[in-house]
C-alpha cells in the first residue's frame, strides 16, 4: 500500500483519564482516519503518479477528492500529536513566551482557540499557527478537510471539531470536548513545533 498513517502516540485508552474514552478514539482512528487511507490508497492503485508523492505533495498539488484525503489524513495525525496523557495545564517553555507575545496571555489565547473551536460552523478544525509573514502566533479556523499548510502558515497545535470527533462521548456538546481537549493539550508538541 502507498499510505500509511502511524499508531496512536499513546493507544487507544490513552486518553480516558482526560474524558475521550476508547470507544470515542477507536471509531475516530480506525473508522475515519484510517478510512481516509483506505480511500486514498484505492485512488493510488490505479493512479501511479499518485502513488509515488509524498501526503505533502498531494496536499500541494491535488484538489477535490484527493486533496481532501491526504489533508484528512495529514491533519488527523497532527491532531493525535496534539494531545497526550501527561497534556493540560498551563504552555510551558518557549511556547509560553510566544503565547504571551502574540496574544497578551495564555488566558486570552485560550478564550481565542476555544471560540474559534466550540464556534466553527459545520466540519472543520481550530489551529494555533505560526505566520511567517509576522512571527507571530495566532488562531486559525480551517473547513471541512482545509489544512494550514496551503495557505503558507506552520501549524503549531490543533483541535478537530468535525462531529465524529466528540459524538461518541458528548453528543452535540462540542463545548465540552474542547475541555476535554484543553485538559489533554500537548504543549511538549507545540514546543517541538515552534
Ligand atoms: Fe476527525
Given at each position: 500500500?502507498?499510505?500509511?498513517i502511524?499508531p496512536l502516540?499513546?493507544?487507544y485508552?490513552?486518553?480516558?483519564?482526560?474524558?475521550?474514552?476508547k470507544e470515542q478514539v477507536t471509531y475516530h482512528y480506525d473508522k475515519h482516519h484510517q478510512g481516509y487511507v483506505v480511500?486514498?490508497?484505492?485512488?493510488?492503485?490505479?493512479?501511479?503518479?499518485?502513488?509515488?508523492?509524498?501526503?505533502?505533495?498531494?496536499?500541494?498539488?491535488?484538489?477535490?477528492?484527493?486533496?481532501?484525503?491526504?489533508?484528512?489524513?495529514?491533519?488527523h495525525?497532527?491532531?493525535?500529536?496534539?494531545?497526550?496523557?501527561?497534556?493540560?495545564?498551563?504552555?510551558?517553555?518557549?511556547?509560553?513566551?510566544?503565547?504571551?507575545?502574540?496574544?497578551?496571555?495564555?488566558?486570552?489565547?485560550?478564550?481565542?482557540?476555544?471560540?474559534?473551536?466550540?464556534?466553527?460552523?459545520?466540519?472543520?478544525?481550530?489551529?494555533?499557527?505560526?505566520?511567517?509573514?509576522?512571527?507571530?502566533?495566532?488562531?486559525?479556523?480551517?473547513?471541512?478537510?482545509?489544512?494550514?499548510?496551503?495557505?503558507?502558515?506552520?501549524?503549531?497545535?490543533?483541535?478537530?471539531?468535525?462531529?465524529h470527533?466528540?459524538?461518541?462521548?458528548?453528543?452535540?456538546?462540542?463545548?465540552?470536548?474542547?475541555?476535554?481537549?484543553?485538559?489533554?493539550?500537548?504543549?511538549?508538541?507545540?514546543?517541538?513545533?515552534?
Open positions: 500500500m502507498a499510505f500509511s502511524p502516540p499513546w493507544g485508552d490513552g486518553l480516558v483519564g482526560k474524558g475521550i474514552s480511500k486514498l490508497n484505492a485512488a493510488a492503485s490505479s493512479n501511479p503518479d499518485l502513488a509515488k508523492k509524498s501526503i505533502e505533495e498531494i496536499i500541494h498539488t491535488e484538489r477535490g477528492p484527493l486533496f481532501n484525503l491526504a489533508a484528512q489524513i495529514f491533519n495525525t497532527f491532531y493525535w500529536n496534539s494531545m497526550s496523557p501527561n497534556g493540560g495545564g498551563e504552555p510551558h517553555g518557549p511556547i509560553r513566551d510566544a503565547i504571551d507575545a502574540s496574544f497578551g496571555s495564555f488566558a486570552k489565547f485560550k478564550e481565542e482557540f476555544t471560540g474559534a473551536a466550540v464556534g466553527h460552523f459545520g466540519s472543520g478544525w481550530a489551529w494555533l499557527v505560526k505566520d511567517p509573514a509576522t512571527n507571530k502566533l495566532r488562531v486559525h479556523q480551517t473547513h471541512d478537510a482545509g489544512t494550514p499548510l496551503t495557505e503558507g502558515l506552520k501549524p503549531v497545535l490543533t483541535c478537530d471539531v468535525w462531529e470527533a466528540y459524538y461518541v462521548d458528548y453528543r452535540n456538546d462540542r463545548a465540552a470536548y474542547v475541555k476535554s481537549f484543553w485538559d489533554a493539550v500537548n504543549w511538549d508538541f507545540a514546543n517541538a513545533n515552534l
